[in-house]
């Protein structure tokens, strides 16, 4: 174990508030609790150390933005653009998020507790041995995955505001062309984009779920079991080149 | 490295930010709350415009229609002076107080008159009394160069201009004023100038307009109110939001959820999967209203004496939060900016795309 500091964030300016983290980082610290967070933007932003943060407070938009490494634990909702474009790590929010979360993610992880908002995950990305995760406890708001082009998305639609609601917004994968979105209970026909198609689970499928879902049961402290006993399908892009034609020919 | 807090420098982001608080019991709401609620929200705005609207600001005035003025030349106040006594009866009239500071440079004079009809009106005619008031409104803002109204309503203040949020705050000294709707604005202008009477929020009677985004159907919706005998003056597109919900639900008296519906209309394709009722009546609206449908982002807050509407464009493409606890609900651009004024919310959600999120008064709030 490293070393711990705790930094009171209350009116602290996000510029200061994060050279404080930086400054925390070059004393080797590994361990940084931050109280009373509440709108600081850009939080840990590019960071690639190996270290762990926990947020008491509504951190602001673009938490972990360009970050590769840190685990940062929000112990309350986030705002918009949670995980922009983040490389590494891992971002787990135990409450709801905004709208953009996931935004061209490219690798690590985004665990999120309750509903999410809208055009989350879109411009997603995956790369050989680099395959961004988000899961959403809740339910997602229109555009999830749109222009999705590898990585993994899972919508569970259980711990949300409103859980009855259809599982996922309008324009679910709308010009999707890769990666997958794994949805509990079923996907909504009349829901998808153009270019995603609705498909079972393979075995390959539930391992790789089985995986993703008992890491987010245990940040979250959630029954893994339960969350997997309901019938899964996933959504995959029908061409993983839909506009070939139109650049080449 | 250099941190402050306010940032004339280095400037890379923004996107307008705007807050409300209302009191649903009718209790008053100090100034300063709005005012800590948008400073939160500071960069998203970049210091070229900021207001806040106060109902219930003047409530030893709250039946006299309150005329708020701008004058960008001293010279302009003789002409307003002399119209506002010809066709009303000036009751009081008094400069609006300010203070000078560093950070708002030059600005212009700013009077508030307290009016009433002429007594050759009928007093229980209301269309007419306010049609009156609107006329006058669209009278000064056309005619009289150098001079722009900022409101108009009854027991209504609206105080903004080219600044921060703070500093548009301290120069009006907002923490003098309380009421029971607050509305708050920081302006990032993108495609029409930061002036004066471009700042939020735009107003005509008691309708109060705050609004993040852009109208892309500027140019369809300026011309429809025209044909009504608005005119749009302030050189921004959402001044044409404030002439549209009047328009739309005091003259054609829609409801605030149908007017909601013709500014933001259900698409055509979700329109044909509702129940036939359903169908045949946003079918209607929206053929009825299709000139002042909005196209583009955005997320508004719109003010009545009554209480508050928040509202966003069908896709979502600019956020909006509410939160409440008891009977004081906020609704703002952030989730922080609601938790600076409650810490602790009953409960924190985020509307959906185009559903209208309408807060009024309790029954018995109403004096």
């Known amino acids: ?249 | 490295m250099g941190i402050k807090s306010s940032t004339p420098y280095g400037k890379d982001f923004g996107g307008c930010g705007l807050a409300g608080i209302i009191d649903r019991s009718g209790k008053s709401v100090a100034g300063n709350m709005i005012v800590s609620s948008l400073t939160s929200m500071k960069d998203r705005g970049n210091g070229l415009g900021s207001g806040y609207a106060v109902y219930g600001a003047y409530p030893e005035f709250k039946d006299n229609f309150g005329v708020h003025v701008m004058y960008n030349d001293a010279g302009a106040r003789e002409p307003v002076e002399q119209l506002l006594k010809t066709k009303l009866k000036l009751v009081h009239a008094e400069p609006v107080p300010v203070k000078k500071i560093h950070a708002i440079a030059d600005p212009p004079e700013f009077w508030r008159y307290f009016v009433d009809p002429p007594d050759s009106m009928d007093k229980t005619d209301e269309d007419a009394i306010d049609d009156l008031i609107v006329n006058i409104v669209m009278d000064i803002n056309e005619r009289i160069d150098n001079a722009y109204v900022v409101s108009s309503g009854k027991n209504l203040g609206v105080f903004k201009g080219v600044g921060h949020p703070d500093a548009i705050a301290e120069f009006f000294k907002m923490q003098d004023y309380s009421g029971y709707l607050l509305l708050g604005h920081t302006r990032f202008p993108t495609n029409t100038p930061g002036w004066w009477g471009g700042a939020h929020p735009f107003t005509i009677l008691d309708w109060s307009i705050v609004h993040n985004g852009e109208i892309s159907s500027y140019g369809t919706n300026k011309r429809y109110v025209e044909m009504f005998g608005y005119k749009c003056t302030l050189l921004t597109d959402t001044e044409v939001v404030a002439y549209l919900l009047d328009l739309l639900i005091r003259k054609k008296g829609l409801s605030l959820a149908a007017a909601a519906s013709v500014l933001a209309p259900p698409f055509w394709k979700d329109i044909e999967d509702m129940d036939p009722h359903k169908k045949d009546y946003y079918t209607a609206l929206r053929v009825s209203y299709a000139n002042a449908s909005l196209n583009g982002p955005f997320a508004i807050l719109m003010g009545f004496d009554n209480g508050i509407l928040g509202l966003n464009d069908r896709i979502k493409l600019r956020p909006l939060i509410v939160g409440k606890k008891g009977d004081i609900v906020a609704i703002a651009s952030e989730e922080s900016a609601i938790r600076e004024v409650i810490p602790e919310p009953d409960d924190v959600w985020a509307p959906k795309a185009g559903e209208p999120i309408i807060v009024t008064l309790k029954e018995d709030a109403k004096q």
């Open chain 1, 1 to 249: 174990m490293g070393n711990s500091i705790k930094i009171d964030a209350q009116g602290v300016y996000y510029k200061l508030l994060n050279q404080k983290i930086h400054d925390a980082l070059g004393n080797g610290e590994t361990d940084i609790e931050l109280t009373r967070v509440n709108g600081q933007r850009y939080i840990a932003d590019g960071l690639k150390n190996d270290i762990r943060i926990t947020i008491n407070g509504v951190p602001g938009n673009d938490l972990g933005i360009f970050m590769n490494g840190p685990v940062i634990t929000v112990n309350n909702n986030a705002q918009d653009a949670v995980g922009n474009t983040m490389n590494g790590g891992k971002i787990v929010v135990k409450g709801m998020a905004g709208d953009v979360c996931g935004y061209g993610m490219r690798g690590g992880k985004l665990f999120i507790l309750k509903d999410a908002g809208y055009r989350v995950g879109i411009h997603m990305k995956g790369y050989k041995d680099l395959n961004p995760v988000i899961v959403i406890g809740g339910n997602a708001g229109d555009f999830l995955a749109e222009y999705m082009a590898g990585g993994v998305i899972v919508v569970l639609r259980m711990f949300g505001r409103k859980n009855g609601e259809s599982v996922t917004g309008d324009y679910l994968g709308a010009g999707m062309h890769g990666g997958t979105v794994y949805i509990r209970g079923g996907a909504d026909r009349k829901r998808l984009g153009k270019g995603v198609d609705v498909a079972g689970i393979t075995d390959a499928d539930r391992g790789l779920l089985k995986g993703i879902i008992k890491e987010y049961a245990d940040d979250l402290g959630l029954d893994a079991d339960s969350i997997l006993s309901e019938r899964f399908e996933k959504l995959v892009p029908l061409s993983t080149r839909p506009y070939a034609k139109l650049y080449t020919y």
